[in-house]
């Protein structure tokens, strides 16, 4: 199938798809699926709700058929799906993907880092945002240090992929870890990525004070290392990257709530029960998993996927205020990944 370029009501090209593969994780992280929300007793997604892994093949070349370069495949944990590296290495076979990651809490990676490497993973995005136990046992809602995480992450580098930190700093939470995960990260030759806590979804309780920007972290960091700017490598890149003088180590920050990226956002999501999403903050869903289901052609898929697309005109970070993020119907993380 040919190679087009697809643009959205503001210019903006299509490149970037997070693919959430399944709507449950083994922490219960307060960001994304706090405890009192997701208890024992919550009804997950059955199974045959899920995009099975030929459907996401499907739907992940008609999106490359669109100009998509980039897939990340999310959750949820991602590798709590079965046999992960089986869909990683349909994926791979994709002409004209150049790139394919998988964000995950780390937890699992000693058992599948090897399979997900040789399937043609490239790198992967481990959520990580504290090196105190206690704390962090607090966070992901279980009680579990950080010591399964710290061995997912040696096993993905011995592997040979390439390792994202991600922390979500939260006022009062675990703002006093932003130096430690610094020297930890930059000892270790791991790239940081600071989050900025985002109103994601409608159960992580996020209020404005809660936020610690960028600006503020930065000249935390500025205090105790010495940074430089880096040029973004690709259009639409979403983080604020910078590199420390003395080490060829990045730092990079992403920053939708005090420095909106809207104008430049070239990512599309498709949910973990098969809805397109055009931004990370629009719950307004596009059903493509029982249209597919129903019989629709490749060139039907591809023409409503356009439709979809060029019909866009997402700016929320541009837009937010502290009412509208409470009145926006919003997609919970735990469908739609990071």
């Known amino acids: 199938m040919e190679k087009t370029i697809i643009k959205d009501k503001l ?22 699926m706090p405890a ?10 059955p199974k045959g709700a899920l995009l099975t892994y030929e459907e996401i093949e499907r739907l992940a070349r008609i999106f490359v058929s669109l100009g998509v370069e980039k897939i990340r495949l999310t959750g949820g944990e991602p590798l709590l ?60 809602g279980r009680g579990v240090g950080t010591g399964p995480v ?35 990260c930059k000892e270790n030759s791991l790239e940081l990525r ?12 996020w209020k404005m004070d809660d936020v610690i920007t960028k600006k503020q972290i930065y000249y935390l960091l500025k205090e105790q290392f010495e940074l430089e700017p880096v040029d973004p490598a690709y259009y639409g890149e979403v983080a604020k990257l910078y590199r420390y003088k003395d080490k060829d180590v990045n730092v990079g920050f992403i920053t939708s ?3 909106s990226f809207c104008s430049s956002c070239t990512r599309s999501r498709l949910s973990a029960n098969g809805q397109i999403f055009t931004c990370l903050f629009n719950g307004n869903g596009h059903d493509i998993r029982n249209f597919m289901r129903n019989g629709a052609s490749d060139e039907e898929i591809r023409e409503r996927v356009s439709a979809i697309w060029n019909g866009r005109d997402d700016r929320y970070s541009d837009e937010r205020t ?17």
Do not use: W
């Not at 992960?84 to 599948?112: H, Q, Y």
């Not at 600071?194 to 309780?205: A, H, K, P, R």
């Not at 502290?322 to 990071?338: C, L, N, P, V, W």
């Open 257 to 259: 709530v005090s420095e």
């Open 81 to 140: 799906r079965r046999d992960m590296p089986i869909l990683v290495k349909k994926l791979s076979a994709i002409e004209g993907l150049l790139d394919i990651g998988l964000t995950t809490n780390g937890v699992l990676l000693p058992k599948f880092a090897k399979d997900l490497m040789e399937a043609g993973l490239k790198r992967v995005n481990v959520s990580l945002d504290t090196l105190n136990d206690e704390l962090f046992g607090k966070i992901n």
């Open 194 to 205: 600071y989050i900025e806590f985002m109103d994601v979804g409608s159960t992580n309780g």
């Open 36 to 45: 009192d929300q997701f208890g024992p007793d919550f009804e997950f997604l």
């Open 150 to 184: 710290l061995e997912g992450i040696e096993a993905a580098k011995q592997e040979g992929l390439g390792v994202k930190i991600n922390m979500v700093v939260k006022k009062g939470l675990n703002d006093s870890e932003i130096i430690p995960m610094a020297k930890y």
């Open 11 to 32: 210019n903006r090209p299509l490149h970037d798809l997070r693919i959430s593969v399944i709507d449950r994780c083994n922490f219960r992280c307060q960001y994304c």
């Open 322 to 338: 502290a009412e509208t993020h409470k009145d926006r119907k919003k997609i919970e993380m735990s469908y739609i990944g990071g």
